[in-house]
Nanobody, 119 residues
Framework: QVQLVESGGGLVQAGGSLRLSCAASESIFRINVMGWYRQAPGKQRELVATIGRGGSTDYADSVKARFTISRDGNKNMVYLQMNSLKPEDTAVYYC?????????????WGQGTQVTVSS
């Protein structure tokens, strides 16, 4: 069982920046993929960014060149730096951990942190 705790959400004006943090309860190098997802009111949860165990990253087209996912293995932390925020980035942001253990898939989620971007 991996426990994830997000922090860093808040209210920001359009064009501003926020950095989200996700603390994992175990070494992130034991986790295949760490990621950030978001869910806006009335919409499905969507992928924002992922970082693989080897360090490879992937981003949703809507956030490329604005958001950066990173990690600190010593602290078991994953971050999402969000720049040039837009009102459409408003959502609850969730940290996710995906583990593949002996062909079994495990998905773990944090409680979410609210990001609100005002126009």
């Amino acid at each position: 069982q991996v426990q994830l705790v997000e922090s860093g959400g808040g209210l920001v004006q359009a064009g501003g920046s926020l950095r989200l943090s996700c603390a994992a309860s175990e070494s992130i190098f034991r986790i295949n993929v760490m990621g950030w997802y978001r869910q806006a009111p009335g919409k499905q949860r969507e992928l924002v960014a992922t970082i693989g165990r080897g360090g490879s990253t992937d981003y949703a087209d809507s956030v490329k060149a604005r958001f950066t996912i990173s990690r600190d293995g010593n602290k078991n932390m994953v971050y999402l730096q969000m720049n040039s925020l837009k009102p459409e980035d408003t959502a609850v942001y969730y940290c996710n951990a995906f583990k593949l253990v002996a062909a079994s898939r495990y998905n773990y989620w944090g409680q979410g942190t609210q990001v609100t971007v005002s126009s």
